[in-house]
């Protein structure tokens, strides 16, 4: 597997892809000006400690700010006590009963995807890996399901680029990329306040319903605050789960043994997910600021530092998982971080994991023989801050 990384042109700066262990857990990289946590426990210590290891302070450490329009209501920018309060307002829609709830709704719209492609061969991101996590979390909101395709082509400008961010950028240059990132955003932003001021106007039973209606300490949020936490929710609640289904299709079509081991003990399809998660890590970098003086990993921190944790790299930490170069479908326990850890644990997390249940059983039901295509070879999101498949070819 550690040779497909480089056939496959998986970013280069994620090393551990390529079984190549980090010198040291903890370290400050000159080139961008950030400091770089590759283990484990540190990675465990930055997501455990808040007020720390902040994610409000990382945006202030930028010389140049970023349009503070975008940044209200957005969940993962809010350190406690706010990040309490609006995390309230969702977790409920998330919870592990309401999401058991929807799994008739995943399944029929697993089946009736999979009843469109073509028998001899398709493409699982178009086909499969997008439209079912984009559907659900569209209808959870109350948004047409049917402008799927302009989320996609909206989401897909965020992330086209694989300009690797650095503080020793010039200001110009840091105000142009978040000025190219504000113009990206527009339109989704307008999109979802046409939706929100239609909902103001008349509620529905719906997410955004929810969001204009409720009240944080006497107050309704406002229209950016929810047009931003509905774009969170939009964003994070389909690309990440695209490319869980695409590397888990891809991790069992290349590890065939295990592919069958699973395909026998369909107990095992939860346990291959959560390995998929540790193995190739959607979201494979989180930011956070320090507050305030720290030694981690043996390294002392000044306050005002921005850390990148790399929870890719952290998921092969061979002080915390036996082989971790090895896919293993049968890992337990896997103490993987593939959905953070802390207060900013993934909301979402329960609703990945159904897609991704439902999604590799049919696969597995419906087309006993499928492999990748050798003559198309899959292609990989390009930002070193995730790691997942943008298309993956199949061959019945
Ligand atoms: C937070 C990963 C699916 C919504 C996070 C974080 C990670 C993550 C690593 C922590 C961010 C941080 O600490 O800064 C993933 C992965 C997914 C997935 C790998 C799929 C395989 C979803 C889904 C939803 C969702 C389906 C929506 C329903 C969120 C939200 C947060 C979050 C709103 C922010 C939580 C907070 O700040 O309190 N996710 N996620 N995610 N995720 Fe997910």
Redesign the pocket.
């Known amino acids: 597997m550690t040779d497909l990384a480089d056939r496959w042109g998986i970013h280069p700066a994620q090393s551990w892809l390529r079984g190549e262990d980090p010198a040291r857990p903890v370290e400050f990289d000159e080139k961008s000006g950030m400091w770089n946590v590759y283990g484990h426990e540190e990675a465990c210590q930055v ?1 455990a400690d808040a007020k720390t290891y902040s ?1 409000a302070h990382v945006q202030d450490l930028f010389p140049v700010q970023a349009d503070r329009s975008l940044r209200e209501g957005n ?2 920018d ?1 350190d406690p006590p706010d ?1 309490r309060k609006l ?1 309230n307002l ?1 977790s409920k829609a ?1 919870s592990g009963k309401v999401v058991a709830d929807l799994e008739p709704r995943v399944t029929a719209l697993t089946h009736e995807l999979l009843d469109q492609v073509d028998p001899d061969g398709f493409e699982l991101v178009s086909a499969l890996a997008y439209p079912l ?1 984009v559907i659900v ?1 569209a209808e ?1 909101l109350g948004l047409p399901a049917s402008d799927r395709e302009l989320f996609r082509e909206w989401v897909d400008k965020l992330f086209a680029q694989n300009n690797e961010f650095s503080l020793n950028d010039s200001p110009e240059k840091m105000a142009e990329d978040f000025a190219e990132v504000s113009a990206g955003l527009l339109p989704l932003q307008d999109y979802l306040r046409e939706h929100i001021t239609a909902r103001r106007r008349s509620p529905g039973d719906d997410l955004i319903s929810g969001l204009v209606q409720a009240e944080v300490d006497g107050q309704r949020l406002n229209d950016n605050e929810v047009v931003n936490f509905s774009m ?2 939009l964003v ?3 690309i ?2 695209t ?2 289904l695409g590397n888990t299709t891809l991790c069992l079509d290349a590890h065939p043994a295990q592919r069958e081991r699973v395909r026998a003990d369909r107990s095992l399809v939860p346990v291959a997910i959560e390995e998929s ?1 540790r193995f190739f ?3 494979a970098a ?1 930011a956070r600021a320090t507050t305030t003086p720290v030694t981690l990993g043996g390294q002392d921190i000044p306050a005002d530092q921005l850390l990148m944790v790399w ?1 890719g790299a952290a998921n092969r930490d061979g002080r915390r998982f036996a082989d971790p170069h090895l896919f293993d479908a049968g890992r337990d326990p896997n103490p993987h ?13 329960p ?2 994991r159904l ?2 249940r439902v999604a590799v059983n049919a696969l597995l039901d419906r087309f006993p023989g499928l492999h990748v295509d050798p003559d198309q070879a899959p292609t990989f999101m390009p930002s070193p801050a995730m790691t997942g498949v943008k298309t993956l070819p199949l061959r019945v």
């Open positions: 997501l994610s969940l993962l809010l990040h995390r969702v998330f996590p979390i959870l969170v929710l994070a609640g389909h990440t789960t490319m869980l998660l890590t959607p979201f989180l929870l971080l593939g959905f953070g850890r802390g207060i900013h644990f993934c909301v979402g997390a609703l990945a897609e991704g």
